[in-house]
T-cell receptor, first 109, second 112 residues
Framework: QKEVEQNSGPLSVPEGAIASLNCTYS??????FFWYRQYSGKSPELIMF????GDKEDGRFTAQLNKASQYVSLLIRDSQPSDSATYLC?????????FGKGTRLHILP | DTEVTQTPKHLVMGMTNKKSLKCEQH?????MYWYKQKAKKPPELMFV???????INESVPSRFSPECPNSSLLNLHLHALQPEDSALYLC???????????FGEGSRLTVL
């Protein structure tokens, strides 16, 4: 099974700043990529998906994909304390949705 | 409100017990998944059902037995579990081939 790698953090970002979360994957055949947010004690919640190279924006969230570099990122603008959570990168590998270990994000008030 | 419902929310069982976890979705999704998640770890894929047929089994021990009675329901039958099987069991569904998972709230299992 191919790898999905994330820095585990914690990543501490001041309120109102931009949080940048990164993910790399090893399977060049992967076609679809996802970001999930998981609050402590809760189940994961899909926040963004991206299939094509480039940027995809949804509100305060921007997902970026670079298939040549096998790199996916998530930017959160105007970070809020409610954004404090673990962010899981996931990759579709032949209908298996494989998760990275997640990055813990802490927004400092 | 989640559109994927899991029951029970909490389950405590002994190593000789037989129990089942249940999952229901009403989004018309044709792919359903079981994941296992231990504390501070990512979800780990166990099984995938596609159009009510088992399409992926990630070499899960036979003490876990999945069942998909119809396109809305997914069960996980548990028998002779070990304490290390204690975890949060997550059910998810997605449109076929899409990969965007919608998770239930999970069933927290404790094996004594």
């Amino acid at each position: 099974q191919k790898e999905v790698e994330q820095n585990s953090g914690p990543l501490s970002v001041p309120e109102g700043a931009i949080a940048s979360l990164n993910c790399t994957y090893s399977d060049r055949g992967s076609q679809s990529f996802f970001w999930y947010r998981q609050y402590s004690g809760k189940s994961p919640e899909l926040i963004m998906f991206i299939y094509s190279n480039g940027d995809k924006e949804d509100g305060r969230f921007t997902a970026q994909l670079n298939k040549a570099s096998q790199y996916v990122s998530l930017l959160i603008r105007d970070s809020q304390p409610s954004d404090s959570a673990t962010y899981l990168c996931a990759v579709n590998q032949n209908d298996k949705i494989i998760f990275g270990k997640g990055t813990r994000l802490h927004i400092l008030p | 409100d989640t559109e994927v419902t899991q029951t029970p929310k909490h389950l405590v069982m002994g190593m000789t017990n037989k129990k089942s976890l249940k999952c229901e979705q009403h989004m018309g999704h044709r792919a359903m998944y079981w994941y296992k998640q231990k504390a501070k770890k990512p979800p780990e894929l166990m099984f995938v059902y596609s159009y009510e047929k088992l399409s992926i089994n990630e070499s899960v021990p036979s003490r876990f037995s999945p069942e998909c009675p119809n396109s809305s329901l997914l069960n996980l039958h548990l028998h002779a579990l070990q304490p290390e099987d204690s975890a949060l069991y997550l059910c998810a569904s997605s449109r076929q081939g899409a990969g965007e998972l919608f998770f239930g709230e999970g069933s927290r299992l404790t094996v004594l």
